[in-house]
């Protein structure tokens, strides 16, 4: 039986995000019951979104308007958001969903106990109010599979860090992370796909090629999506101080998303995250941080499953088949 998933999106900075809503569409694996997107300007997330869902000939799928402002700090939007997606005049006319993304979660959970699996992509901002709104839907949820969170950091074979220590997803909104993590959803429901194995999986050279070469509306629309993305990403990578010598077409949220139904491309472990503010020296800046949420196993009893070892090859040649398909 198909997976019935809601994926939680902050859809349009990164191109993965729309990758992901892209796939979701070719696996006949999943019945896509929703799209909720999160932090920033999440109308035009949404409209996004709703696009995506068209060019793929899925227009009924729902989109829904989630929680735009963190529920601690301000969400940053970088202007590019829905280049090459979004037609001038798609930015006011795209409908979607009037219901607010964390009633449409409860809602959903409540009214089927035990099938509703939810992906993030973004800050968990939407599942956090969910949470705290209707606390029942912790012990109802099917599982939730949370792209975020770094473990240990990923090394370039120079051995240079490539990995941020703070991860962006949970930095976004820290204190949803924290309220998502303590609330108490039991460990094997609870699955973390972090950048140790996200970092690890490009989209390889022969499978971009095939996707170039197909004229599947789904995969000229990925296309398009990478052909404005490297000045984009230049942008963002500047932002925030991360070198730009080794950037790689990273397939983060679909290899997330594909954990909510097939296991078969990342090794899960049983381990215990917790998290922690602690002092953090930023170069960059010259400054010491003391506000950044860090994600650290402990040798306690575990609290989730987490994503530490991924067959990377493998799924670039499943995603770019998915794809074309
Ligand atoms: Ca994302």
């Given at each position: 039986?198909?997976?019935?998933?809601?994926?939680?999106?902050?859809?349009?900075?990164?191109?993965?995000?729309?990758?992901?809503?892209?796939?979701?569409?070719?696996?006949?694996?999943?019945?896509?019951?929703?799209?909720?997107?999160?932090?920033?300007?999440?109308?035009?997330?949404?409209?996004?979104?709703?696009?995506?869902?068209?060019?793929?000939?899925?227009?009924?799928?729902?989109?829904?308007?989630?929680?735009?402002?963190?529920?601690?700090?301000?969400?940053?939007?970088?202007?590019?958001?829905?280049?090459?997606?979004?037609?001038?005049?798609?930015?006011?006319?795209?409908?979607?969903?009037?219901?607010?993304?964390?009633?449409?979660?409860?809602?959903?959970?409540?009214?089927?106990?035990?099938?509703?699996?939810?992906?993030?992509?973004?800050?968990?901002?939407?599942?956090?109010?969910?949470?705290?709104?209707?606390?029942?839907?912790?012990?109802?949820?099917?599982?939730?599979?949370?792209?975020?969170?770094?473990?240990?950091?990923?090394?370039?074979?120079?051995?240079?860090?490539?990995?941020?220590?703070?991860?962006?997803?949970?930095?976004?909104?820290?204190?949803?992370?924290?309220?998502?993590?303590?609330?108490?959803?039991?460990?094997?429901?609870?699955?973390?796909?972090?950048?140790?194995?996200?970092?690890?999986t490009p989209l390889l050279?022969q499978d971009w090629?095939?996707?170039?070469?197909?004229?599947?509306?789904?995969?000229?629309?990925?296309?398009?999506?990478?052909?404005?993305?490297?000045?984009?990403?230049?942008?963002?990578?500047?932002?925030?101080?991360?070198?730009?010598?080794?950037?790689?077409v990273?397939l983060?949220?679909?290899?997330?998303?594909?954990?909510?139904?097939?296991?078969?491309?990342?090794?899960?472990?049983?381990?215990?995250?917790?998290?922690?503010?602690?002092?953090?020296?930023?170069?960059?800046?010259?400054?010491?941080?003391?506000?950044?949420?860090?994600?650290?196993?402990?040798?306690?009893?575990?609290?989730?499953?987490?994503?530490?070892?991924?067959?990377a090859e493998r799924f670039s040649n499943y995603f770019t088949?998915?794809?074309?398909?």
């Amino acid at each position: 039986m198909a997976e019935r998933i809601i994926l939680d999106t902050d859809i349009g900075t990164y191109y993965d995000d729309a990758f992901a809503v892209l796939f979701a569409t070719k696996c006949p694996e999943i019945k896509l019951e929703g799209v909720t997107t999160v932090y920033g300007d999440t109308d035009l997330r949404s409209k996004i979104a709703a696009k995506l869902l068209k060019v793929a000939g899925k227009p009924n799928v729902p989109v829904c308007k989630g929680v735009g402002v963190p529920l601690k700090g301000n969400a940053l939007m970088f202007g590019f958001e829905g280049e090459n997606i979004l037609e001038e005049d798609e930015r006011e006319s795209i409908k979607y969903s009037d219901q607010p993304a964390d009633d449409f979660i409860i809602e959903k959970i409540m009214q089927n106990p035990g099938e509703i699996s939810v992906v993030t992509l973004g800050a968990v901002s939407n599942v956090a109010v969910a949470m705290v709104k209707e606390p029942r839907i912790i012990e109802n949820i099917k599982q939730l599979v949370m792209m975020a969170a770094v473990v240990i950091p990923v090394l370039d074979p120079k051995s240079v860090m490539r990995s941020p220590r703070e991860e962006y997803n949970f930095n976004n909104d820290p204190v949803a992370a924290e309220i998502v993590m303590n609330s108490g959803i039991p460990k094997e429901r609870l699955v973390l796909v972090p950048c140790d194995v996200t970092l690890r999986t490009p989209l390889l050279d022969q499978d971009w090629e095939r996707i170039k070469k197909s004229n599947d509306p789904v995969a000229k629309q990925v296309k398009s999506i990478i052909d404005v993305w490297p000045p984009q990403e230049f942008q963002i990578y500047i932002s925030v101080g991360i070198p730009t010598e080794f950037t790689q077409v990273w397939l983060h949220d679909p290899l997330a998303l594909t954990c909510a139904f097939d296991k078969r491309f990342v090794k899960f472990y049983p381990m215990h995250i917790a998290t922690e503010y602690s002092v953090t020296p930023i170069p960059r800046d010259m400054v010491i941080a003391t506000d950044i949420l860090r994600t650290v196993p402990k040798k306690k009893e575990p609290n989730m499953m987490v994503g530490l070892q991924v067959d990377a090859e493998r799924f670039s040649n499943y995603f770019t088949d998915k794809i074309i398909s």
